[in-house]
Each structure stands twice: as structure tokens, then as C-alpha cells.
């Protein structure tokens, strides 16, 4: 995989929910209905998401978000390529974002997906999960 620089943000305040998101590193974020907590985005709509979780934070850790530059992802699909948009899954898995008419990105593409569960792509990061 190449290597890429990217920028991570901690945003202060934010920590992850009661049960914790040790296995989330790489995996897309979002606010929880709960102030100040982050869950994994259980949805394909991109309500209130922050950005890719850079690290692995028990219960009540703070969480580290990639929210600009590029960013590992962990993706489903073996179908993402260079380019194409990333949107994300229900498992907060990113996913080929052109298969919805409804999905958003959360960027593009710098490296194939060539697993189809588990691989980790090099995403650009657009802010502002942009569909096109």
C-alpha cells in the first residue's frame, strides 16, 4: 500500500459510548443521540458523521478522527477502485459510494480494494460527504 500523510484531529470532548470502539480503528464515525459520545455510522445516510476513526478507544476514551487529508479506511468490497467514490455501509464499512442514489461520500479513492471484507484503502477525504 502507498504511503500517504494525512491529517487527524482530535476533537475535544468527544469519546466513544459505553461499550467502547476497540475494534473500530479505520472504520467511519458519527455523533451519538447521547452529547459528547461517537458510535460507528449504522446507516448508508451520512447523518452526523465525523470522519474515519483513527484509533482504538476503550469506553469513555477520547476519540481521533482523520476529518481532511487522506486517511486509511477499512472497506467491504473488493469493487472500489482509484477514483471512484467511498461512501460507507451499515457496518461502517466503506463501500463503492456510486451503488446508491441516496449514499455520500467521504471521499476518493488512491488505492484498489482487492478483498472483498478487511482490505484497507488510501481514501483523499472530502469533507462534507459530497456525492459527486
Known amino acids: 500500500m502507498a504511503a500517504y ?5 482530535t476533537l475535544p470532548g468527544l469519546r466513544a459510548n459505553s461499550t467502547g470502539l476497540a475494534t473500530a ?3 467511519i464515525g458519527k455523533l451519538a443521540s447521547t452529547a459528547g459520545q461517537v458510535v460507528l455510522n449504522a446507516t448508508s445516510v451520512f447523518a452526523g458523521v465525523l470522519g474515519i476513526i483513527m484509533n482504538a478507544p476503550g469506553a ?6 482523520a476529518v481532511s487529508g487522506v486517511a486509511k479506511v477499512l472497506v467491504s468490497t473488493s469493487t472500489i477502485k482509484i477514483g471512484d467514490g467511498v461512501g460507507s455501509n451499515t457496518a461502517s464499512l466503506g463501500t463503492d459510494g456510486g451503488t446508491t442514489d441516496n449514499g455520500s461520500i467521504i471521499g476518493k479513492a488512491l488505492t484498489d480494494a482487492t478483498a472483498a471484507t478487511g482490505d484497507i484503502v488510501s481514501v ?9
Open 25 to 27: 480503528q479505520f472504520k
Open 60 to 65: 469513555g476514551e477520547e476519540v481521533e478522527f
Open 124 to 132: 483523499l477525504l472530502t469533507p462534507g460527504g459530497a456525492r459527486y
Open 5 to 9: 500523510t494525512h491529517v487527524t484531529l
